[in-house]
């Protein structure tokens, strides 16, 4: 309505629009329900926003419909969980094709392996006389991915632990004796399923990783763009990425990576994005 308003009486609206393009809903691990996501960005006056789960595309369509109503623009992506060596790397595919049912069965099939896992995980611990129920740690996940955090609530509930740290340098970090192995995609597969399904691929928190060549032979390999915009980059850092995104012609987006609150306060929209990502990732899909 507020469009339309302006459209014909030629209202003023700010001139710079900005989005978000990176924030978890319950669909994974996130606090905040699609719904409250794209309430909250409507509040915070951006244009649009993309509820990014981990291997989960539940959240869109919800937040599309919201959205619709409230006059914010949703962009629908979801966050790869990938494997290099022992290390987790994030690979965002966005406007991938979320309803195709080939698609969610493979993100259905990921799932069912991170629950295999962490039973395996609970069949370890009770080696290690530190009993947890599985029941518990999937209803501590909720309609998350469920993974190691959960777990480590557990074993802090049943007292088996003093504290959350403690569970992984006891028990289920990498090396420790009901550490369990990820089976995961690689960074490759990836992009390939993100091309498969018309999305594009792009880099999430790329300093994170502390591991500059895997950025460029990611970008080798063909990725379409990095995160560019996140509030823990330095001046630096964003120098760097700033200089890879024009020498190699990537799209930069960004994001705040917003889990509702869950490591502190409710970032939506802090990363201060460009409008423009949106444009470039509508122009190369
Ligand atoms: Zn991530
Ligand atoms: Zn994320």
Redesign the pocket.
């Known amino acids: 309505m507020i469009t339309i308003f302006n459209q014909i009486f030629g209202a003023k609206k700010p001139e710079k629009k900005y989005c978000d393009l990176?924030i978890?809903s319950t669909f994974s691990d996130g606090l905040l329900t699609p719904q409250q996501i794209v309430a909250s960005a409507k509040e915070r006056e951006l244009d649009a926003v993309s509820i990014?789960d981990?291997d989960a595309v539940g959240g869109i369509e919800p937040a599309i419909q919201i959205g619709k109503k409230l006059g914010v623009e949703v962009v629908p992506a979801v966050?790869m969980s990938c494997m290099v060596g022992d290390a987790d790397v994030?690979i965002i595919g966005y406007y991938i094709d979320y309803q195709n049912k080939k698609l969610i069965t493979v993100l259905n099939d990921i799932q069912a392996k991170r629950v295999d896992r962490a039973k395996k995980i609970v069949e370890k611990l009770t080696e290690q006389g530190a009993d947890v129920e599985i029941k518990r740690v999937l209803e501590i996940a909720g309609n998350g991915a469920v993974g190691r955090p959960h777990i480590a609530q557990a074993l802090l509930e049943e007292g088996h632990i003093s504290s959350y740290d403690e569970a992984f340098w006891k028990y289920i970090g990498y090396h420790c004796p009901a550490y369990v192995l990820k089976e995961r995609l690689s960074p490759l597969d990836a992009m390939k399923l993100i091309k498969d399904f018309h999305g594009v691929s792009i880099l999430?928190?790329p300093m994170i990783y502390n591991n500059r060549s895997l950025i460029a032979y990611l970008i080798d390999q063909g990725i379409q763009g990095l995160e560019l915009w996140r509030c823990e980059h330095s001046d630096n850092e964003m120098r760097y990425l700033n200089n890879l995104i024009t020498n190699h012609h990537l799209i930069a987006t960004g994001g705040t990576?917003c889990h509702g609150g869950r490591k502190g306060k409710i970032l939506i929209g802090e990363s201060k994005v460009p409008y423009q990502a949106v444009k470039d990732l509508k122009h190369a899909r």
């Open positions: 990176h978890h990014v981990h966050e994030h999430a928190h990576d």
